[in-house]
């Protein structure tokens, strides 16, 4: 009988652990930060949410979380210190190869222009303040 009451208090604790635990992203990289879209964008970055939408939204998805075609750009990895402003207009204006992630190289985005890139990068900033990045 006394291991009967083992294995019960042996279950509880199993069924504790499991109710405590957080489900986890399996989609998400090893640095990402998930990001709360309830936050209104400031007008000071709306040119460049619109600028990000038309132009890289289809690859980096809405808000910078990524796709299946491109990376997101809420991980530690697009920190300013490791990846500074110069690193995106480098990719956007003249493309990039591939050396973070497995998504290939990127090419060069057909009418992006300096001004534009400025306030993208200025959004995605923000964006990466928003979510603790840095």
Known sequence: MQWMLKIMLFMLILLGIGCESKPS???AEPGT????????????????????????????????????QGPTFLNRVYHPNH????????????????????????????????????????YIRWLQRKAGIY
């Open 83 to 122: 990846h500074g402003d110069q690193a995106f207009y480098r990719a956007a204006m003249q493309g990039v190869r591939a050396h973070h992630w497995k998504f290939g190289d990127m090419p060069p985005v057909e009418g992006m222009t300096k001004d534009l890139m400025v306030e993208v990068i200025s």
């Open 25 to 27: 992203d399996a989609t």
């Open 33 to 68: 930060t998930q990001l709360s879209s309830a936050t209104p964008v400031p007008a000071e970055f709306q040119k460049g949410e619109a600028a990000f939408n038309i132009n890289c939204a289809r690859c980096h998805g809405g808000s910078g979380r990524g796709t299946d």
